[in-house]
Structure formats: C-alpha cells, structure tokens
C-alpha cells in the first residue's frame, strides 16, 4: 500500500507566486514518489494546484470536503476520489485516519485550524505520525514564535517543539517524512493570476 500523505493549505493561491510553484512541486514529487495524496477536495487554490499536478504525475489522489463547501471550493470532480462529509470535523476525522504523515504549506485560518489539530492529536497520543511544515520564506515564522512563547509561559513542555518538524523548502518535505525522493528538477515560478 502507498504511503499517505494529508496536505493542508489554502483554497487561495496567496500573495507569493512561490507558494503555488511549491504546491505544484509537491504534488509532481508526491506522484514521482507514488506517494497518495489526500487533501481537502477543492479544485481552488493551493489545494487545486497540489491535486492537479499530483494526479498529472500518477498519484492517487483523494479529497475530502464537507457539504457545506462542496460549491464554495469548488469540489474537485477530476481526482482519484472525491468524498462528501457531513462537516468538518468528520473531514478532519477521516484526514487523520487516512493519512501516514502530514503536509502544511501556506494557508488561512483553515490550515491554521488542520495544523494545530493534528499536532495536538500527536501531543495527546492519539497518532505518531510525521508532520512536516512548508516554512517557506518564513511564512510560519510567528507559529514557532507562539510555540516558544507557550512553552516560556509554562503552557507547555519545550517537547512540543518536536511534534512537527519545519522544513524551509518543498524538495526537503518528502525526505523529512522518510520517503525516499526521486532527482530534484528545477522549481518553477508561476506568475500569480
């Protein structure tokens, strides 16, 4: 069975043109990998733009989105597998259950919300699987300072900094979750639209 990866990121493309080229290079690596993506289902966005490359490299792709946004992100119709859930939190649920590892890349309050979701899950035992954040051009830069200052704050124990790993570039995602990664090829930036 192919190793599993949950990507979480946003339904936009964001203000950088270099989030949307990681998210298509994960998604070309993820299918050279023959990894599985699992994702939010949208056809928008960051998460439009991992789905499309990874189904355009052979992965097997499977989203989950709750009703509720099935229109609003335009549930992607062309993946491996698209599945309707009640709600978000059956959406977070079969993520979690889904998946072998964890992949966040840019994103809103949504991926805000998936990431500590899961890193709070691992903290309470209720998974031990990888998770990996994109801090691209220091985009997460203000978690790890939070982080810190949870932990200065006696809030939690200086562990927490180990229950997920940042990595400052796309080609460092897939080895930072034990897969092993085919050749690197140059990046490409696409312009924003």
């Not at 270099?18 to 050279?32: C, D, I, K, V």
């Not at 023959?34 to 949208?42: A, P, S, T």
């Not at 966040?104 to 990996?132: C, F, M, N, S, W």
């Amino acid at each position: 069975m192919a190793f599993s990866i949950c990507v979480f990121c946003g339904s936009r493309y964001g203000a950088d043109p270099r989030f949307r080229a990681a998210s298509t290079r994960l998604g070309e690596l993820a299918g050279a990998a023959g990894v599985r993506l699992i994702y939010g289902g949208g056809h928008v966005g960051l998460m439009g733009a991992v789905a499309d490359a990874a189904m355009a490299a052979g992965s097997e792709v499977v989203g989950l989105i709750p009703t509720r946004l099935l229109e609003l992100e335009v549930g992607h119709r062309a993946i491996t597998e698209l599945v309707v859930t009640a709600d978000m939190f059956e959406r977070k649920q079969q993520m979690v259950d889904r998946a072998d590892g964890f992949v966040i890349l840019p994103g809103g309050l949504g991926t805000l919300d998936e990431l500590l979701d899961v890193v709070t899950l691992r903290q309470l035992g209720y998974h031990a699987k990888p998770i990996v954040v994109l801090n691209l051009d220091g985009f997460w830069d203000p978690l790890s300072a939070l982080v810190d200052r949870v932990i200065e704050q006696k809030f939690a124990e200086p562990s927490a900094r180990t229950l997920y790993r940042m990595v400052p570039s796309v080609e460092e995602i897939l080895p930072a979750l034990g897969i092993a990664q085919p050749p690197a090829a140059p990046l490409q930036v696409a312009q924003a639209d």
